[in-house]
């Protein structure tokens, strides 16, 4: 008989959420752990056991389950690891996939980072049904992304391919960023590069804003997204900016694999047209000429409170049983 | 019984040069007839069949041949096509794999452009073997790239992927580009693009050099070779410049697909070490820590003048009949 769910674990520094998940991307049953209470990995897995068990029965037994498929920071799909993820209370390298199988009688777990998840997530019950080439934009406190060609997962020779966050693009003056290197994507289109670009700008200019009615040090791009609404023109020019970066960079994306869609997930996603239109708009000036409008640009069809398990879920399904 | 052989076509602007290819990548037949000549398509064709029947029987008829691989430019894997390919003189969309099937009696064709085919090639029978995840970088008058990702060639959802010498390197007062923009990876690191580097220096600046000597105008990417090897400060400089751009190129590529090995492959690649120990520099330099040292860094492996045939023909392997 085939076995109707997968259960999606999605692994975050402070919690931990799970559920069981059907073909159609419905959350069954589902619950969650505090990540951050468990400082030693053992007794982490153990409590995520439990509950784990727990759903399980809800759902009638670990035989009818296919998969575990869990989204980690970090997470090594062809190691089954977790290596050193800063925001994760345990160090060194963690053979999560196998102490969850180990811990669930023998359920088959596969473990990738959270882009990645994403983006199996919307090929499974998402945007990019049907699809074969595109690529998952996480937009959150970093830019992640996860990159299907063909139809699988691309991970490189060593699990760890589709980091798009890091790809150059401010070669001269860069902003510094996280990986110890400057002019990263992730440093002006992430959630935190938002909020830095408008720091710059209130510093660098003198017109008006509502963002300066905030302390500069503690503007968030949520600050700057209700700034944009209610109509502060400095506050869209951020995002126009923003915008404008990604569809720079979407460019060169495209004449490496030339992506059916381009989906963008995450926090910052929220700001739709606010920046859509400035990426569509510098796509259009900046892509190559073979490419010119044939790659659509799309927003998660993911509902924004499950995706992170739905995506993680999704790679249950690919378990080779 | 198993088809022995394949048949690898290489359509360049001047010379179609075609042969017999067994599976260790032997040419066994092999002949020519000149492109340019033809400025009927249907005429070439004709004349391309009479050369290919004339070795097909000394290989002992077509039933032994499994497919026929062409590399061309533009050449579209998914329709077969050659679309409006500047240096040819066929304009408009040419259905070239359909036209040389019916030409040979049905023999199965399959179609790409050039650098897809080197990847191909090199995979087959050269500095790839074994490996599912590389990047070929053609360097000859233009940049090229053939990209595999878990041992398929990355060809997007359009058949056009992986025109990797159209990334931008310089957003800000980037060269222009034969494609209409500016900055592109292949006005630096192409023939042409050494070739311009060298123009520039030799304006900016006073030191002396054998290149002065020679009509700046004239200077080609051969020249700025032969006077580095006879120990010309001014030319080790150049192709310094251009590894370095290439390195740094090359960091991003590693983010995207995390590729086991980046191969050089065409013209420029013969410069060696004068090349390769700069883009070796700026890899180290600027590649995301995570991929430190992991991707070899590879000449291609195919003997020159057979390259373009051999990688044409390993194309004609994947035919699925």
């Known amino acids: 008989m085939k076995k109707p769910y997968v259960i999606g674990i ?29 400082q030693e990995v053992d007794v982490y897995v153990s409590a995520l056991a439990k509950g784990l068990k727990s759903i399980i029965e809800q759902a009638g037994g670990s035989d009818q389950i296919k998969g575990i498929g869990v989204g980690a920071p970090n997470g090594n799909y062809f190691t089954g ?10 160090k060194n390298r963690i053979p999560l996939a196998r102490m969850i199988s180990d811990s669930t009688g023998g359920i088959p777990v596969a473990l990738t980072n959270d882009a990645n998840a994403a983006a199996i ?14 690529i998952v934009i996480t937009l959150g406190t970093g830019v992640g992304s996860g990159i299907v060609v063909g139809g699988n997962l691309v991970y490189g020779h060593d699990g760890f391919a589709g980091e798009l966050g890091h790809v150059i693009v401010r070669r001269e003056n860069g902003r510094l960023c996280g990986c110890g290197r400057h002019g990263c994507l992730e440093t002006y289109t992430s959630a935190t590069g938002v909020a830095r670009t408008a720091k710059e700008l209130l510093i660098q200019r003198t017109d008006d804003s509502l963002l300066r009615k905030l302390e500069p040090e503690n503007i968030t791009s949520k600050d700057v997204y209700d700034a944009a609404l209610a ?11 923003t915008g404008e970066i990604l569809g720079e960079a979407f460019a060169d994306f495209i004449a490496f694999s030339s992506p059916e869609a381009i989906i963008l997930f995450g926090g910052l996603a929220r700001a739709g047209d606010l920046l859509m239109k400035s990426i569509r708009r510098a796509l259009d000036k900046h892509v190559l000429k073979v490419f ?14 499950d995706a992170a398990v739905l995506g993680a879920s999704a790679l249950g399904w690919e378990i080779k049983n």
Do not use: H, Q
């Not at 931990?16 to 951050?36: N, P």
């Not at 997530?121 to 595109?134: I, L, P």
């Not at 109509?231 to 900016?241: N, R």
């Open 10 to 38: 999605d692994l975050g520094g402070t919690n931990t959420v799970f559920g069981i998940v059907d073909a159609r991307g419905s959350i069954l049953y589902s619950s969650s752990i505090k990540t951050g209470e468990y």
């Open 292 to 305: 010119a409008g044939k790659t659509k640009l799309l927003f998660s069809e993911l509902k924004e409170s």
């Open 121 to 134: 997530g919307e090929m499974t019950y998402g945007a990019a049904r049907g699809m074969k080439d595109f």
């Open 231 to 241: 109509g502060d023109k400095l506050s869209v020019e951020i995002f126009e900016i």
């Open 81 to 90: 690891c977790i290596d050193f993820a800063a925001n994760l209370p345990w």
